[in-house]
């Protein structure tokens, strides 16, 4: 099984993060971090910051062997493509890593992403608009899906409802990504979350489209805040109905806290669904774990 979306957290990202928050919006800086401590209990920013790059993945490994994770793909949360390699290096065979771009607008962007690939080893880029506040059909965003299409590395984009202290909503739907779908159509692109409350764009998005995927990480509890009320069942049988199995990666969205530890019932509800969808075994490994490595780790 692969958990093809889960995160690395340190304090050098968290600040980073805060300081990206503060460039969009001056003075909000109290703000944040009072959001920030609602988000993560004093435990967790202990854990966070008192814990080397290596005790992390010494603790990654341990949860992952306890519930049968054979790889996770990890993101993180600001521009810190060192400690995502050196994160990995602990367990080069298990341990991936995404890039993430400060300003994935700016003129070297493309430069920036080529080398994570190239130089830290990275497999993905990951994008979040309604935090880094842009439009994915922008033009400024073209040569950086160039750079991605030539590099054969997908990109993962965050939709949708958001646990982040400040994010604008006016940037946060997947219709967005129609343009970019069909400019680059050798560019496999991943909403996470099923879209994470935009799941009807996110059907939508199916018509005509081939080089879309999407991931079932997080609690789904976006759809206890749409009209429909879906149930995780039904989210999980429209989008296999539209999408096919071969197009959905598994994922829990864990980080890794002493509060919180690995999200097993997670894992266990989405296994616990797709059995009771009635779908082949062959279809439910692709679902946990087969396409995400043709995606990452076929060359």
Known sequence: MIDAHVHLMTMEM????????EKNYPGSDKQIRKSGHKIFADKSMKYISGTSLKEKADDWLKVMDENGIEKAVFFPISQRPEQVRDFMANSPE????????????SHDAPDVLKSGVNEYGLCGLKLYPSIQLFHAYDKKLFALYEEAQGLGVPITFHYGITHAPMADYRYTNPLDLQLPLRLFPKLNFIIAHFGAGFFREVCLLGYHTKNLYLDTSGTNNWTEYTPENWKLKEVF?????????????????????????????????????????????GETDLIFGGNAKRLYFTP
């Open 94 to 105: 298990r341990l991936y890593g995404y890039a993430f771009i400060n300003d994935p607008a």
């Open 237 to 281: 049988k429209r989008a296999i109905e539209i999408y096919s199995p071969e197009r959905i990666i598994f994922g829990t969205d864990t980080v890794l806290r002493p509060d919180t530890g690995y999200r097993t019932s997670i894992m266990k509800e989405q296994l616990n669904v797709v059995e009771a969808l009635g779908i082949s075994s």
């Open 14 to 21: 968290l600040e980073d993060a805060i300081k990206r928050f």
